[in-house]
């Protein structure tokens, strides 16, 4: 179940990028991202509302906390992606994100949560790895070696760095709570941590010219990206654990690629066919550990 939970967040998330950067001269950057968060808080209120006042006290009492996740999964890391695309192509942010990510949260889990990096776990993110850049490189050993680390490839390493951190964030959440108050809490504080810079930047930005198709594209950031993706994503978490449920996130360019070729109508060659094989085959190797190690 936690398996397909982290598929199916994966799966939204990979349009994400598509999507967004369909956008990105019609809506600045934290723009982008306060108006995604302020929807997907929106949405969440009346699944939040009837329990909200009764585990209020929980938030209370670890303020910290909630600050923390919200700074790192809500306020940082998709503003980072959405920065991080007027600078860097395409190639580089799935490259940085997608591998570092992953490798990212299992050293983080090792750290603070003492997760186990079992042989197999290794391996597996090996084989997500190597699926990942054979895809990325289009088998292309040149391009690799001649990959050059620009402004933005800063910008979403240090997204990959704050997801990475929310996924061991997540692991520590208080009891008491409910998943539905839970992403309302930090949807909302995020989009308050953002609020201030998006005043700032349209000060210094062209009016937005609010049209329906961006307002769809908000609605589906807000309720797809956000609000059901997360839903799935902290319940996977909680199922398999933050360092494996990252591995997970490996599967984003591969739909990425699937759904571009569905959109541009191109053709599914032997690169897409072995990049997939090599990600799903090292989910799977990773996912082992599960039952050599209970705990991880």
Same mark, same amino acid.
């Given at each position: 179940?936690?398996?397909?939970?982290?598929?199916?967040?994966?799966?939204?998330? /990979?349009?994400?990028? *598509?999507?967004?950067?369909?956008?990105?001269?019609?809506?600045?950057?934290?723009?982008?991202?306060?108006?995604?968060?302020?929807?997907?808080?929106?949405?969440?209120?009346?699944?939040? &509302?009837?329990?909200?006042?009764?585990?209020?006290?929980?938030?209370?009492?670890?303020?910290?906390? @909630?600050?923390?996740?919200?700074?790192?999964?809500?306020?940082?890391?998709?503003?980072?992606?959405?920065?991080?695309?007027?600078?860097?192509?395409?190639?580089?942010?799935?490259?940085?994100?997608?591998?570092?990510?992953?490798?990212?949260?299992?050293?983080?889990?090792?750290?603070?949560?003492?997760?186990?990096?079992?042989?197999?776990?290794?391996?597996?993110?090996?084989?997500?790895?190597?699926?990942?850049?054979?895809?990325? /490189?289009?088998?292309?050993?040149?391009?690799?070696?001649?990959?050059? @680390?620009?402004?933005?490839?800063? &910008?979403?390493?240090?997204?990959?760095?704050?997801?990475?951190?929310?996924?061991?964030?997540?692991?520590?959440?208080?009891?008491?709570?409910?998943?539905?108050?839970?992403? @309302?809490?930090?949807? /909302?504080?995020?989009?308050?941590?953002?609020?201030? @810079?998006?005043?700032?930047?349209?000060?210094?930005?062209?009016?937005?010219?609010?049209?329906?198709?961006?307002?769809?594209?908000?609605?589906?950031?807000?309720?797809?990206?956000?609000?059901?993706?997360?839903?799935? &994503?902290?319940?996977?978490?909680?199922?398999?654990?933050?360092?494996?449920?990252?591995?997970?996130?490996?599967? *984003?360019?591969?739909?990425?690629?699937?759904?571009?070729? &569905?959109?541009?109508?191109?053709?599914?060659?032997?690169?897409?066919?072995?990049?997939?094989?090599?990600?799903?085959?090292?989910?799977?190797?990773?996912?082992?550990?599960?039952?050599?190690?209970?705990?991880?």
């Amino acid at each position: 179940m936690g398996a397909a939970l982290a598929v199916i967040a994966t799966l939204i998330w /990979s349009g994400n990028f *598509i999507i967004a950067r369909g956008v990105i001269h019609d809506i600045p950057p934290v723009s982008l991202a306060f108006f995604r968060w302020l929807t997907a808080s929106v949405l969440m209120l009346p699944l939040a &509302w009837k329990q909200l006042r009764a585990e209020w006290p929980v938030v209370i009492k670890n303020p910290v906390y @909630f600050l923390w996740t919200a700074l790192t999964g809500v306020a940082l890391f998709n503003t980072f992606v959405y920065i991080a695309g007027h600078y860097s192509p395409a190639i580089n942010l799935a490259l940085i994100g997608t591998t570092s990510s992953p490798i990212l949260a299992i050293l983080l889990a090792r750290i603070f949560l003492k997760e186990k990096i079992t042989g197999l776990r290794i391996a597996g993110l090996t084989l997500c790895i190597t699926g990942i850049l054979y895809l990325l /490189s289009a088998g292309s050993f040149h391009k690799l070696i001649t990959f050059q @680390f620009g402004r933005g490839d800063a &910008w979403i390493l240090a997204g990959a760095l704050a997801f990475a951190i929310y996924n061991i964030l997540v692991r520590k959440k208080p009891s008491g709570i409910s998943a539905q108050n839970f992403l @309302f809490i930090i949807f /909302s504080t995020g989009t308050l941590m953002l609020l201030p @810079f998006t005043l700032a930047e349209q000060a210094d930005s062209p009016a937005i010219e609010w049209t329906w198709p961006l307002a769809g594209v908000i609605l589906y950031l807000g309720l797809g990206t956000s609000v059901i993706a997360f839903l799935c &994503w902290n319940a996977a978490i909680v199922r398999l654990g933050a360092a494996r449920t990252a591995l997970f996130g490996n599967l *984003i360019p591969i739909f990425s690629s699937l759904e571009a070729l &569905w959109l541009l109508m191109e053709k599914i060659t032997l690169l897409h066919l072995v990049s997939g094989m090599l990600v799903v085959g090292g989910l799977i190797i990773a996912n082992i550990t599960r039952r050599v190690a209970p705990d991880g």
